[in-house]
């Protein structure tokens, strides 16, 4: 089967960070898709209230809450 590469796309990610997504994934009942579409979702709401920091923030001495 042909995939969609307007609808889907592959990522590349260290192995750590695969296996830590897919475990979390099958802990909250998703697939790995979904997952990462939750942690964008999530991602996207809090750096919209401002609660996203920077790691270069936090290094340089930015701000912090």
């Not at 592959?10 to 790995?32: F, H, N």
Request: proline share 2%.
């Amino acid at each position: 089967s042909i995939v969609d590469t307007k609808k889907w796309k592959s990522v590349l990610v260290p192995i750590e960070v695969y296996s830590d997504i897919k475990a979390e994934a099958k802990l909250q009942g998703r697939t790995i898709s979904g997952q990462l579409r939750y942690m964008h979702d999530v991602y996207t709401i809090a750096a919209d209230n401002g609660d996203i920091i920077e790691i270069a923030d936090v290094v340089r001495g930015g701000r912090v809450h």
